[in-house]
């Protein structure tokens, strides 16, 4: 069992910078790839970006990709979003998530509570 909780969330300006941080409980956590995932209102949940259970490989969404960093600390039990240039699309609630390299919401077994994103513009 592996249990996830985000922060860092906040209200930015568009242009500026926020840093999500995922930190997780549970065994073997350094073993599962770690996805990163938002919903805005009335949207589907969407992929941001994945990190391998190494941190070796990366993947983004196109409308991330460039602005947008996924990182992982495994001694500390913990994965980073740096988020930079954001936009008022960028307003969404962020999920990390715990399972198989996918960017697909059903590969992923395990889920935190979402930490809110806003960006003014």
């Known amino acids: 069992q592996v249990q996830l909780v985000e922060s860092g969330g906040g209200l930015v300006q568009a242009g500026g910078s926020l840093r999500l941080s995922c930190a997780a409980s549970?065994?073997?956590?350094?073993?599962?790839?770690v996805g990163w995932f938002r919903q805005a209102p009335g949207k589907e949940r969407e992929f941001v970006a994945a990190?391998?259970?190494?941190?070796?490989?990366?993947s983004y969404a196109d409308s991330v990709k460039g602005r947008f960093a996924i990182s992982r600390d495994n001694a500390k039990n913990m994965v980073y979003l740096q988020m930079n240039s954001l936009k008022p699309e960028d307003t969404a609630v962020y999920y990390c998530?715990?399972?198989?390299?996918?960017?697909?919401?059903?590969?992923?077994?395990?889920w935190g509570q979402g930490t809110q994103v806003t960006v003014s513009s």
């Open positions: 549970g065994r073997a956590f350094s073993r599962y790839p």
């Open positions: 990190i391998s259970w190494s941190g070796g490989t990366t």
């Open positions: 998530a715990a399972g198989h390299y996918s960017s697909l919401p059903q590969d992923y077994d395990y």
